[in-house]
């Protein structure tokens, strides 16, 4: 079955630069790849997702990649500000399943 | 518009005391439901999917069941909790084939 790992477990970024979280699947069938935010104590809430027949798609500061190939996929936070801590969850998920495969989370903190 | 509610969101219980959390959806039908557990810091665990009325799918065996009585309704339970059973647990609803909407969350805490 599916898997999907998430690097790194914990990220401290300065305010203003950039955070960089990444996740690589196993199932070259999978071909939708969603960035879940939660904040502490509240729900997972999609901030942007990305099909396999697209290799980047960018929402304001946000923007995230794929790479087929390498069965890839990473979040780019651009300008960070204190509002974007939080844990970051990516996933994997094929035509065929009827769930999403969830990376196990990276926790961003941004430093004012 | 579609929403989806989950309650309660705080509950404490003893060791050995039953459970019932309880997620209704609202504004489709038909929906694939879920439950996840979250322990403190850590990810997303599917305990329970339900593609339909009396069709429940396990991931993890555990003392914990998942019943669906009606369409957009999904039920958690336990007959007797233990104290492993504390977290976060998550009702969740896809939209689609796609987005994954959550319910607001039930804090767990078995003492």
């Known amino acids: 079955g599916e898997n999907v790992e998430q690097h790194p477990s914990t990220l401290s970024v300065q305010e203003g630069d950039s955070a960089v979280i990444k996740c690589t699947y196993s199932d070259s069938a999978s071909n939708y790849f969603p960035w879940y935010k939660q904040e502490l104590g509240k729900r997972p809430q999609l901030i942007i997702d990305i099909r396999s027949n697209v290799g980047e798609k960018k929402d304001q500061r946000i923007a995230v990649t794929l790479n087929k190939t390498a069965k890839h996929f990473s979040l780019h936070i651009t300008e960070t500000q204190p509002e974007d801590s939080a844990v970051y969850f990516c996933a994997a998920k094929g035509w065929s399943n009827y769930q999403l495969i969830w990376g196990a989370g990276t926790k961003l903190i941004i430093k004012p | 518009s579609q929403t989806i509610h989950q309650w309660p969101a705080t509950l404490v219980q003893p060791v050995g005391s039953p459970l019932s959390l309880e997620c209704t959806v609202e504004?489709?039908?038909?929906?694939?439901l879920y439950w996840y557990r979250q322990a403190a810091g850590r990810g997303l665990q599917l305990l329970f999917y339900?593609?339909?009325?009396?069709?429940i799918s396990s991931e993890v065996p555990q003392n914990l069941s998942a019943s669906r009585p009606q369409d957009r309704q999904f039920i958690l339970s336990s007959k007797k909790l233990l104290l492993s059973d504390s977290g976060f647990y998550l009702c969740?609803?896809?939209?689609?084939?796609?987005?994954?909407?959550f319910g607001q969350g039930t804090r767990l805490t078995v003492v």
């Open positions: 339900s593609v339909g009325i009396g069709q």
């Open positions: 969740a609803w896809f939209r689609g084939d796609t987005e994954a909407f």
């Open positions: 504004g489709t039908s038909n929906p694939n």
